[in-house]
């Protein structure tokens, strides 16, 4: 309650101000970049706003994942894309989309806790995910591999963490 009286009067005071000022200074559009509104949405509308992680948004529906990673806290999330999915046998998918256990398992497998940037990432070793398991990290000519999976794209921001784009899927031993 104390939060939103703030945010009240800032507001408020901020109306003051534009008031004072003019209707047309108002008007400025402020630039965003790419980056900015991005990281405006959390990690599962980020991925979906991506276009490439339709597979991965799919199957944590499935698994009952969607709110935990649209929620508060901060999470990294090691994404395989699309493309990555395509190299998991159809078996082995089908397997995991019939048994919601073992699918949250893979899933939570590419989720660690906390907000892991790849400066952080490459200064480790291994990495505990939120299935309870460690992935191991590995920096190897300049590349960034977790796990089997390359990190493609790193550092994408999202509300309520970051994540770096692999190009496998990570299975759990």
Do not use: C, W
């Amino acid at each position: 309650m104390k939060r939103i009286r703030s945010v009240l009067a800032v507001s408020a005071a901020f109306a003051v101000a534009l008031s004072a000022v003019g209707p047309a200074s108002a008007r400025v559009p402020v630039a965003r970049t790419a980056a900015q509104a991005t990281a405006d949405a959390d990690i599962v509308h980020t991925a979906r706003a991506a276009g490439r992680f339709t597979t991965l948004t799919a199957l944590l529906k499935r698994a009952g994942l969607v709110k935990t990673l649209e929620g508060k806290g901060s999470f990294t999330v090691f994404a395989p894309t699309d493309r990555a999915f395509a190299k998991v046998p159809r078996k082995t998918l089908a397997a995991l989309g019939k048994d919601k256990a073992k699918l949250r398992s893979v899933l939570l497998y590419h989720v660690a806790p906390g907000r892991l940037t790849a400066a952080k990432v490459v200064k480790r070793k291994s990495i505990r995910t939120l299935n309870g398991q460690r992935v191991h990290v590995r920096v190897r000519q300049g590349e960034v591999f977790v796990g089997r999976a390359r990190v493609t794209k790193p550092d994408v921001a999202a509300s309520n963490g970051v994540i770096h784009v692999i190009d496998h899927v990570l299975i759990p031993r």
